[in-house]
């Protein structure tokens, strides 16, 4: 298959700045590659409640659903109405809906610290190697933030008692495990398995699970880790880190130590997967970051984390790995070539060229 649908929401904040960069660039590999993107584009977040009165209009639902991918901005602006009800506000109400409605179960954070970013991360040079690649694959519908019984009760004499239930069935653990085992063969082909079964019987069942399903892949190394631990060895040897598999809550903590690692948000994209049928993985893709009402409008934001989205949902649902290598390589470039968002701006490098969103969206088209 060489058409693709894509259904672009770009939210709120400067959601329709990074989107604007993003298709640009779509555009470029779409001719290059021969391709052909249907890209639709709808309101969702704010953008949303603004259009259609919801922040997950049902127009824009039923775009998602008729498309193979969703290419996702952000959504948020927490100065907009703090009267609207919790579960109305776009961060729920677009972002949890979609994640159900779509079986959204793997989190894809890829975390990339080019070698000329060296300043931007927190570590000491000689920790970074020659820059940093690395994978964290996050399981995001189980354990402890849905398992039940989850409840806070009175207990008698003023004592309140909360409850948080982990679980975890096979199956969970062997569809996660299955999707890190892939990513790892298109990559370095190693996989830390992090858990804590030393102390959980979950940990021990994950364990256990990734195991056997790595023997279904003998041409990936698989090695275990406690996670204290793994947080630990992501501070002091972070180049040891190919792909990583985190159960949920776990995840959700190295994966956010993992990022700090890059220097800026606007650098990190990250995907979200259902279930594959047919050969098709539907895919959500979307930067790590937020909607950064701070530098919204001002053509300051960096394009990377969505442009770099962008790859990450050609090589997972569309199994275009060449295109998506063409960008990887155009934003590696453009970093080699000194174009600097102010996010990644030092100016102590002296070849380094301080540019707007839209310079850098243009540095990087032409660059595949
Ligand atoms: P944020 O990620 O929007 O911003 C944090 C800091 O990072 C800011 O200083 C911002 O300028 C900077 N930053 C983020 N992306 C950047 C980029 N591409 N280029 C340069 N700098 C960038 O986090 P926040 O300020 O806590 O949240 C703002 C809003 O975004 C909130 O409403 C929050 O709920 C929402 N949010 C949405 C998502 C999502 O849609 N998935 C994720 C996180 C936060």
Redesign the pocket.
Known sequence: MSSFKIAALA?????PE?MREAIKVLRVVEKKFSLTFHITEAPV?WAGIDAAGKALPDATLALCRESDSIL???????DRDPTIPKEQR??RA??LRIRKEFGLFANLRPVKLPKALSYACPLRPERQGDGLDMLVVRELTGGMYFGQPKKTEDIGNGVQRAIDTMVYTTPEIERIAHVAFQAARLRRKKLTSIDKANVLENGILWRETVTRIGKEYPDVALEHMFVDNGAMQLMLKPTQFDVMLCENMFGDILSDEAAALAG????LPSASLGATSGGQTFGFY??????????AGKN???????ILSVALMLRYSFKLNAAADAIDGAVALAIDQGFR???IYNPAETTAKKVG?TQMGDAIAAGI
């Open positions: 939210g709120d904040g400067i959601g990074v977040g996702f901005g952000s959504v948020g602006l927490p776009p961060e677009a972002l800026s948000l606007g650098m979307e930067p790590a970051g937020g909607t950064a009402p701070d530098i300051l934001a960096n394009p990377i984390a969505q968002t102010g996010d969103t």
